[in-house]
């Protein structure tokens, strides 16, 4: 089954890749917004994770 899908890797890219397209005014107009709120969540996400890994090990 991976076989198959590592095979068609490249065909399960075309419609996020017709998204961006459809939608890159919209990308665009929003450009600031969108990477703010990915890096505010990424360094979110590595807090939150950072901070149950330290209790998860005190736990133990």
Same mark, same amino acid.
């Not at 399960?12 to 998204?19: D, E, H, K, S």
């Given at each position: 089954?991976?076989?198959?899908?590592?095979?068609?890797?490249?065909?399960?890219?075309?419609?996020?890749?017709?998204?961006?397209?459809?939608?890159?005014?919209?990308?665009?107009?929003?450009?600031?917004?969108?990477?703010?709120? !990915?890096?505010?969540? %990424?360094?979110?996400?590595?807090?939150? %994770?950072?901070?149950?890994?330290?209790? !998860?090990?005190?736990?133990?």
């Amino acid at each position: 089954m991976s076989d198959f899908l590592v095979a068609n890797l490249g065909f399960f890219f075309i419609p996020p890749g017709v998204a961006l397209m459809l939608y890159f005014d919209i990308i665009r107009a929003e450009f600031w917004p969108i990477v703010i709120a !990915t890096l505010v969540s %990424t360094a979110l996400v590595l807090i939150v %994770t950072g901070w149950v890994h330290q209790l !998860t090990r005190k736990i133990k």
